[in-house]
């Protein structure tokens, strides 16, 4: 059986995005614990120079979405970049996971050597979908995925690797 565009994708976003919801929620739990707002940790960076951990949610719920969308060929819902709050982080990724799964698996497999238009800050780049899919929507999505995980374990958010991972079922 060969491995197809949308078991490669859709099934590999659901996956991360609940567990990052499920991160969120512990998350939750560590701040409540310990008596201070999450808010304080949506600005939260490992660096001076990176983007805020609430920009990190945004990137790899896009990533997916536009992922999936460019692949199939349709246009992707616009979400507004608007999220401040712990409720609307997570609602933002059931919106994510709930689209992806909306894009029928026939609309995404055989996608290999579509023509698949990037833009970017200085044009666009036209990779094939396969080069795509695994040479820059998975890095950047599991890129983006990791650092929120790296920002939570490193305010204190009791993580390990199989939280990372999620259940192997």
């Known amino acids: 059986m060969t491995l197809s565009m949308h078991s490669a994708s859709v099934p590999v976003f659901v996956r991360m995005l609940g567990n990052l919801d499920a991160w969120l929620e512990r998350a939750e739990a560590h701040a409540r614990a310990r008596k201070f707002d999450t808010s304080v ?18 990137i790899a719920c896009d990533s997916a979405k536009f992922g999936v969308a460019r692949l199939a060929g349709v246009e992707a819902p616009k979400f507004e970049d ?12 059931a919106k994510t996971v709930a689209y992806v799964k909306s ?48 920002l939570l374990r490193h305010n204190g958010v009791e993580l390990g690797k199989s939280d990372y991972l999620g259940a192997l079922q």
């Open 41 to 58: 940790l949506v600005q939260s960076r490992l660096a001076p120079d990176m983007l805020a951990f609430g920009k990190q949610i945004q």
């Open 82 to 93: 608007v999220e401040t709050t712990w409720a609307e982080f997570r609602e933002r990724i």
């Open 103 to 150: 894009v029928p698996a026939a609309q995404i497999d055989g996608t290999e050597a579509k023509d698949v238009v990037l833009p970017r800050r200085d044009g666009t780049i036209t990779l094939k979908g396969e080069f795509y899919l695994k040479h820059f929507v998975l890095p950047n999505f599991y890129f983006h995925v990791t650092t929120v995980y790296a």
